[in-house]
């Protein structure tokens, strides 16, 4: 059976929930019955997101076999319920790379190699070569920007030499709302939709995001101008609760539409378990990277997931700057904190701090790979007594590495993909919190990080379950080659693990971890 494919474009700005539909469009078809699989397409020369600033471009995902990706494919995990790969996602410089890498090699024979047909070529390959009954594939940016002209001629290829009738292009542009003539505008999607016909690709439906709802005139407009008949336009403003917008493509019958243009055979019910209330609970992000909510959107999501309230971003060099009273009274107003991952020594004494009043005022607590790295620190500097104790990460001369660069890192020169990535087995010791929280011995997690715990050096600081004496300690809860997880067991909720729990969080099944944290604080309340 040939595969289809659903093309999402995007037309007068980015980030206006291209991959947040795509997501969705592909998990009403799941519950249709169809198997579906995603493809993220990033014009951009970088050859994954895992050197990316996450206040440019968010939060790095990382994926079960260990491939550092753009936040959408977050959201194709989230709502999908089913892990990605690596090969669900594309970049401009992974394909660029591989052309020249092959031209280098003598693959192309001599021949001039260019744009067409080498680069899409290369491009169409990698489409074909994912696994998928329908595969979903999102072009990032925007129709019109130089960077992203090639994939779009892409798959103007491929659809035409696979055949039109199994291929599905939906644009989604945005209609703007002008207060001084008090009407929405139309023109900005018309031109986007007239432009990506001049490419070559015609829409098969069009999404208009808008800030509220549009009137039906301006459906008509946008349906007329853009050569669309007016059943396959569709507005989706703004909504509260993102998780809704599945339910709202099934009750406008999108699958249905895609289904008869794609020759489709719907199966199945419509089963929807999203967060539908939130629970006012009060949780600091403990941070350092402000410029936009999705530096944390993994994490963000994690808590909703647990229909609990959206979490604030904390600044925490604005921690380092409070008196003790100042900053007792801020963290005290939280029901609890969540010390995020993160990379570099901005605003790693306020973190520390905050973990300090924290832990001696029963604060629920949560750290995560290098929150839970500070949260060692801060025990070693404030309990153990090692006045200086740190990350050789933030201080190389520090007289007490508590953490410390691992081994396999200290001869690599470059930063890109070297990390600890992807899923590792890792056993959790009974008698803890978190074999409590997870009920099994050994779990597999997602990491990202290159410093660890120096268990070697500093084993006074640490304690096994089974070794537990009268003077606490930081309890080891999961160890494989290095520590994984530590927790205090005269505490309502200090845990702290080496891994990225938020990562594998799902529509319907959030991360046990998350979720008793929450249950932690709603208990406390």
Request: glycine content about 8%; proline content about 4%.
């Amino acid at each position: 059976m040939t595969k289809k494919y659903i093309v999402v474009t995007g037309g007068v700005l980015s980030g206006i929930g291209k991959g947040i539909i795509s997501a969705s469009v592909a998990r009403v078809l799941k519950e249709s019955g169809i198997q579906i699989n995603a493809l993220k397409i990033d014009p951009y020369l970088n050859v994954d997101a895992g050197t990316m600033n996450p206040n440019q471009h968010g939060e790095v995902f990382v994926t079960e076999d260990g491939y550092e990706a753009d936040l959408d494919l977050g959201h194709y995990e989230r709502f999908l319920g089913t892990n990605m790969k690596r090969i669900n996602n594309m970049t401009a410089g992974q394909v660029y790379k591989a052309v020249i890498d092959k031209e280098i090699e003598g693959r192309y024979l001599g021949g001039t190699v260019q744009m067409v047909p080498h680069v899409t070529a290369e491009i169409k390959e990698r489409i074909l070569s994912v696994e998928g009954q329908v595969i979903m594939i999102e072009i990032g940016g925007t129709v019109g920007d130089i960077e992203g002209e090639i994939f779009l001629e892409a798959v103007r290829e491929l659809a035409f030499e696979l055949g039109r009738e199994h291929f599905f292009f939906i644009h989604v542009t945005y209609v703007p709302y002008l207060k001084a003539t008090n009407e929405f505008k139309t023109k900005p999607s018309q031109q986007s939709v007239q432009l990506l016909r001049k490419i070559g690709i015609h829409p098969d439906m069009i999404a208009i995001r808008s800030e509220s709802s549009i009137t039906n005139t301006d459906l008509k407009k946008v349906a007329l101008f853009g050569g669309v008949p007016q059943e396959m336009v569709f507005n989706l403003p703004d909504m509260s609760n993102v998780y809704e917008v599945p339910y709202k493509l099934y009750t406008l019958g999108i699958h249905e539409k895609i289904a008869k243009a794609l020759n489709l055979s719907l199966t199945g019910e419509f089963h929807w378990d999203y967060p539908r209330s939130f629970n006012p609970l009060k949780i600091g992000i403990v941070g350092k990277y402000l410029g936009t909510d999705d530096a944390y959107k993994s994490l963000i999501e994690s808590i909703l997931l647990c229909s609990a309230e959206k979490p604030e971003v904390l600044d925490a060099q604005n921690l380092e700057e409070m008196t003790d009273e100042e900053l007792g009274y801020f963290i005290s107003s939280y029901d609890g904190i969540i010390i995020p991952g993160g990379f570099g020594k901005r605003g790693i004494e306020g973190k520390i701090r905050a973990i300090k009043y924290a832990r001696e005022h029963k604060i629920p607590t949560l750290g995560l790979c290098l929150g839970m790295q500070l949260m060692v620190i801060e025990y070693a500097r404030h309990v153990a007594g090692l006045e200086g104790a740190s990350s050789t990460e933030f201080d190389p001369d520090t007289p007490y590495p508590v953490i410390d660069l691992m081994e396999a890192q200290k001869e690599i020169l470059h930063l890109g993909g070297t990390m600890r990535l992807g899923a590792q087995k890792t056993p959790v010791f009974k008698n803890t919190r978190l074999y409590e929280i997870y009920g099994q011995e050994v779990i597999s997690e997602r990491h990202r990080h290159r410093y660890e715990v120096n268990y070697e050096m500093f084993k006074q600081l640490f304690t096994l379950p089974e070794e537990k004496t009268a003077e606490e300690k930081l309890v080891i809860s999961a160890k494989a080659d290095f520590v994984e997880a530590v927790e205090l067991e005269n505490h309502p909720f200090f845990i702290g693990v080496q891994y990225h729990p938020e990562l594998k969080s799902k529509v319907g099944n959030p991360h046990p971890l998350f979720k008793a944290f929450i249950d932690t604080l709603k208990k406390m309340r």
